[in-house]
């Protein structure tokens, strides 16, 4: 039997800058079987090759100059840092989370450059983490510092959810395998200053296997039944 969605409607929705994800999510919403997606993903495969390279090669150029402009922010804020008082940085970093997360907002949701919106995202969750870190050393907490990174990963992943972006979760994973991977190196004397008998690493911790348990529970309860009998 031949295939009732047409591939031009995946082609649309591509093009409208939708995650492959999102398109299985939005047609099996309106009533499409997964092996019809599949048959018109398959229908615009071949002509669609070229179109997939140049939306892969935009999304790497993207990803790139976010880290790229991320990088030159913390060098002018590196720069001067020395001489601004605590109110002034704590601003400042708080003003460019807040300037740069509603740019990827109106990006995503006004206009069609979703993908510049996700790549705004990405530069916001690099920003997060920052100012965490430099908030910590502003006010000379005590921490040890993987706890930032799993600070900075709960907060990616509340972003996630909060913007639908599944590329933020990837985010959180390396951060939080960063964060997992430098408590034993700490607790077996590896790491210098840190502190082993600290109560936040351990709360930190629990804190993160809920926020992870929680986190896959909901990804599955929004997954359509279709989608989870793949897994």
């Known amino acids: 039997m031949e295939s009732r969605l047409s591939p031009e409607v995946v082609s649309d929705l591509l093009a409208g800058g939708m995650s492959e994800e999102?398109?299985?999510?939005?047609?099996?919403?309106?009533?499409?079987?997964?092996g019809e997606i599949q048959a018109a993903f398959a229908g615009i495969d071949g002509r669609a090759?070229?179109?997939?390279?140049?939306?892969?090669t935009i999304r790497i150029v993207l990803t790139a100059g976010a880290v790229l402009v991320a990088a030159g922010v913390f060098s002018f804020i590196a720069a001067n840092w020395g001489g601004m008082p605590?109110?002034?940085?704590v601003a400042t970093i708080i003003a460019a989370m807040l300037a740069v997360d509603?740019?990827?907002?109106?990006?995503?949701?006004?206009?069609?450059?979703?993908?510049?919106?996700?790549?705004?995202?990405?530069?916001?969750?690099?920003?997060?983490?920052?100012?965490?870190?430099?908030?910590?050393?502003?006010?000379?907490?005590?921490?040890?510092?993987?706890?930032?990174?799993i600070l900075w990963m709960?907060?990616?992943?509340?972003?996630g959810f909060a913007a639908g972006a599944p590329r933020l979760f990837q985010l959180a994973f390396w951060i939080g395998a960063v964060a997992l991977a430098g408590y034993?190196?700490?607790?077996?004397?590896?790491?210098?200053?840190?502190?082993?008998?600290?109560l936040?690493?351990?709360?930190?911790?629990?804190?993160?296997?809920?926020?992870?348990?929680?986190?896959?529970?909901?990804?599955?309860?929004?997954m359509p039944v279709e989608l989870r009998r793949l897994l």
Request: no cysteine; net charge positive; aromatic share 10%.
């Open 49 to 56: 090759e070229g179109e997939d390279t140049q939306r892969r």
């Open 102 to 149: 509603a740019g990827a907002w109106h990006l995503r949701e006004r206009t069609r450059l979703a993908r510049t919106g996700d790549a705004l995202l990405l530069l916001g969750s690099l920003m997060y983490g920052a100012g965490i870190f430099l908030v910590a050393q502003m006010f000379h907490v005590r921490a040890n510092w993987p706890d930032g990174f």
């Open 22 to 34: 999102g398109i299985y999510t939005e047609l099996i919403s309106r009533g499409h079987t997964v």
């Open 86 to 89: 605590r109110p002034v940085k």
């Open 184 to 198: 034993p190196m700490g607790i077996f004397g590896e790491l210098d200053g840190y502190n082993p008998f600290l």
């Open 200 to 222: 936040t690493s351990p709360f930190l911790l629990l804190v993160a296997t809920l926020v992870l348990l929680a986190s896959g529970a909901a990804i599955r309860r929004r």
């Open 154 to 159: 709960i907060g990616v992943i509340a972003m």
